[in-house]
């Protein structure tokens, strides 16, 4: 299969130099092996080998070769017919199974991790020089496979050929603490350029168009700005409920499993200055020093604009939903958050003043994703709507289902007398583009087989995410319980209303 190398250059307003920015393929992806710990397990199975897969089909190297780690007593036949069931489009399976084999190993037995050394040295020197390790494993196996994998020579800092390459699942950590424990450990061992943590929403096509959204645009561009911009909403919901995860995500709740990460992520994104040039560490040193200007409240203040909720027995798409407390492997009285909405404020000369509401949670009413970005009202105070009142502008980025960007404006509404009423424009990326945009999961491990950590979150970056959540996390709200199926607490709501503003992505929130 013949590789795809598409590149276009984006020259960026105030960033003189001219840079590359793969939009289809990119750079190349280098041959390797990849190793995956936890092939057996739920990620690797629905997310990690689907992408692969694809890859194999957009034109990943044929020499490539995975190497799927488990425990259970499989062979390379069994292995690949258990991952086969997760492949819808079954037409180059035959092929791209062939460059799966399975070594068992249990992550604390050392002896195994010599024969991986050995199975490591049978194949081809230079393509076994370039090595990418997948931790797809609870975060508590981090550390003692890291460590194993250096004492058996199988991954080090500095390989005397070639490359090695560490990926490592979300979460990484439980809180600052155990972070800072976590990264103490990798840190001996790889060096930040070999690490790669994973956020999949940065992985995610229109969170990576936030950037070029925002800073190739003039009109956009010169209006992102505390004079104009009346305040930001960041929402993520999930129609889910916990299903067979809980055991996991009792010990995270909401602030942990979704606010540290990927709605940090996202406020960063749509905040930070210009980077001073397009590659990681430009844009990640970007993100931190926007994170580092969150304002940390006082506990007052955090309990006004703090709302934690739990669902309880409710229907989602016309099925019923158990309440949190009576999922497999939640216990009855758990005061675990499965809702957080919240208000922030960011202490730098654009956003100074700027409210930024977030909420997410699990069992709502709708499994979408978006920022909205409201500005202030135009100053004519000649038009306005037939109810009296004259729509703000908003600009919608949705990152899912149905990525798109969506701009309302106002125009006079047909045969009234100079009313105004809002419209809008709808770019979809589906219908631009076709439906064959490539999974987060399928960039993100491209881009480690190329080497770009642009869409990997830095250690500094974690630091501050898990800063701000531990600092919310410290202050006690009260739990507020909504039906599964619904549009979460209505002490969110009323957190909103009392700023006289409504929660205004495209879905209504009642
Ligand atoms: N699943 C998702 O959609 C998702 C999404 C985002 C992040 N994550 C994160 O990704 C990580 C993995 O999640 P998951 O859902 O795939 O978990 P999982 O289904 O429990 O898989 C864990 C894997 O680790 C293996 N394992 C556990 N202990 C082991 C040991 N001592 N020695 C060897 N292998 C061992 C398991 O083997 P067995 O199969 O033999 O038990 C399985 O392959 C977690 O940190 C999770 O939070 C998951």
Redesign the pocket.
Known sequence: MQETRRESVIRLRGAPQTFKYAVDGGPAMQPCILVI???????????LLPALYKLHERGMPSVTRIIA????PLDDAAIRRDLAEFITDKKEWEAFSQRITYHQ????DKAAYDRLRERLETYDKSLAARRVFYL????E?FATISRNLSAASIASRRPQRGWHRVIF???FGHDLATAKALNKVISKIFSEQQIYR?D?YLGKELVQNILVLRFTNSIFEHLWHKEYIDNVQIIVGERVGVGS?GG?YDNAGALRDMVQNHLMQLIALTTMELPKRMEADSIRTAKVKVLKRIVREPPAKIRKHLILGQYTEGMIDGKPCPAYRDEQGIPKKSTTETFAALKLFINDERWRGVPFYLRTGKALHHQYAEIVVTFKQAPCRLFCGPDGTLAPNRLIIRIQPDEGVKVTFNIKEELADMSAIPVSMDFSHKAEFGINSQEAYERLLADVMRGDQTLFTRWDEVQEQWRIVDHLRKVKVPLERYAAGSHGPAAALRMIKKDGRDWSGNIPIK
């Open positions: 710990f936890g092939a057996t397990g739920d990620l690797a199975k629905r997310k780690v488990g425990r259970r190993l249990e992550f604390d797809a494993t609870a975060p196996s699942e979300k979460p994973i999949h995860r996991y």
